[in-house]
């Protein structure tokens, strides 16, 4: 790596995030071994072309911006009846035991250098806890950013024959000098029947810079979908991703992202069908402006043991400027003949015979364009499950439309 963080980092740093946090010593030796591990990890992977990264994360300094005993945030958590929605303190002093066993089962904790560095220093931490047999919605977590840097952490236990609906938004509070940092690693364990649909909407100051983890486990029968928007930031690397574990489990997976100055987004969408009958969907539909930038990858891997397996995926990106510019990397990893598979990415321009209808029918070009845009999104639109976030969403992409 160019860029090494973690050279003004120290144990003793780490030691009081912990303290600050009264976390038992198990926990602080994964964040010490986390740390120790920062020498040895790579950054997270980018898709590269000859001669080209497809996005840089080595260009942002740092050892500028991450200073771990600054975390000014504000954090509201809203709860539903029947299920725990818990800050990170008092979450370990009920749920210990459980906490010790599901952390870091889904995501590894050193899967990279970025999640290395969050596991090390994350100080806002929430766990949600839902009991078997229980069915929620509306649990809320909404955290508002007042430091240079933030680290995020989020464990979701759904037990057998549960389900619940979470809506998580990360905006910016005050401002502070020049460029921030933002890191939330989210962990889904959803045993078996169990059904969890987790919606994120991501509107950070566009000097922020966003890394983001948000990664599920389906056993038997189970469901984990997820909604990821993102509008705010300078540069989102965003991976959502699914283990189909068990037999007749699902999962679908729903981005949206409006970029324009010179935001760029890295978006990633991956399943693995390792059960059997297992089934999942990835919808991503995203607008450029200006000089922004988008990078996509879908992945669908289907196991040798994941017989009778469906897997769709389709990606689709709207330029509204010469100067904007997407790729796309849509793959299909099939290691049995049993599977019904299919992917698409397409990459477009407002149509310019709908311009022309619209304006013989009166109606101003950039009035039409942006009927067009909104239109662009209904398909994506439909597919938000969750009333609040898609209203909300629907929103920040008309305000992006008048800026």
């Known amino acids: 790596m160019s860029t090494q963080v973690h050279a003004n980092l120290t144990a003793e740093q780490v030691r009081t995030i ?71 303190s008092e979450a370990l002093a009920e749920h210990g035991d459980l906490i010790e066993d599901r952390f870091g089962s889904v995501v590894d904790p050193q899967r990279d250098y970025l999640t290395a560095l969050s596991t090390a220093l994350f100080s806002a931490g929430t766990v949600i806890y839902v009991p078997e047999g229980t069915d929620a919605e509306d649990v809320k977590i909404r955290t508002r950013m007042h430091s240079q840097s933030l680290f995020n952490y989020t ?103 409006f970029g324009h100055n010179d935001q760029h987004f890295d978006i990633a969408s991956r399943v693995w069908h390792e059960g059997e009958h297992t089934t999942a969907d990835l919808v991503t539909r995203g607008a450029l402006d200006d000089e922004a930038r988008s990078v996509y990858e879908g992945v669908q891997d289907v196991g040798t043991d994941a017989w009778d397996t469906s897997s769709y995926q389709r990606e689709n990106t709207l330029m509204l400027s010469d100067e904007s510019e997407a790729d796309a990397s849509p793959k299909l990893i099939i290691n049995n003949h049993d599977t019904e598979a299919s992917h698409s990415a397409t990459v477009g321009q407002v149509d310019q015979q709908d311009l022309f209808y619209m304006a013989s029918r009166g109606v101003d070009e950039e009035r039409a364009t942006n009927m067009l845009v909104e239109g662009f999104f209904v398909p994506v639109m439909e597919e938000v499950a969750v009333d609040e976030l898609r209203e909300d969403l629907d929103e920040l992409v008309v305000e992006r439309l008048q800026q």
Not at 23 to 29: A, K, S, T, V
Not at 31 to 57: F, H, K, Y
Not at 190 to 199: K, L, T
């Open 155 to 257: 464990l979701v236990i759904a037990e057998k024959s549960s389900s619940v609906t979470i809506l998580e938004r990360q905006t910016t509070g005050a401002e502070t000098d020049g460029k921030q940092y933002y890191s939330g690693i989210v962990e889904v364990d959803a045993a078996e029947n169990a059904h969890v649909q987790y919606g994120a909407l991501q509107n950070l100051t566009e000097e922020a810079y966003n890394f983001s983890v948000k990664r599920g486990h389906a056993e038997q029968y189970a469901t984990v979908n997820w909604i990821e928007g993102n509008i705010g930031s300078r540069l989102t690397k965003s991976s959502v991703e699914t283990r189909l574990l068990g037999d007749s489990s699902e999962s679908k997976i729903v981005g949206a992202f």
């Open 18 to 88: 912990s303290d600050d946090l009264d976390e038992p010593e198990w926990l602080l030796q994964t964040r010490l071994d986390a740390l120790d591990a920062l020498d040895e990890l790579d950054m997270p992977s980018v898709i590269r072309t000859p001669g080209r990264d497809w996005t840089n994360l080595d260009e942002l300094d740092y050892e500028t911006i991450v200073d771990p005993l600054d975390r000014a945030q504000e954090k509201d958590r809203i709860e539903a009846e029947g299920v725990d929605v818990l800050e990170w």
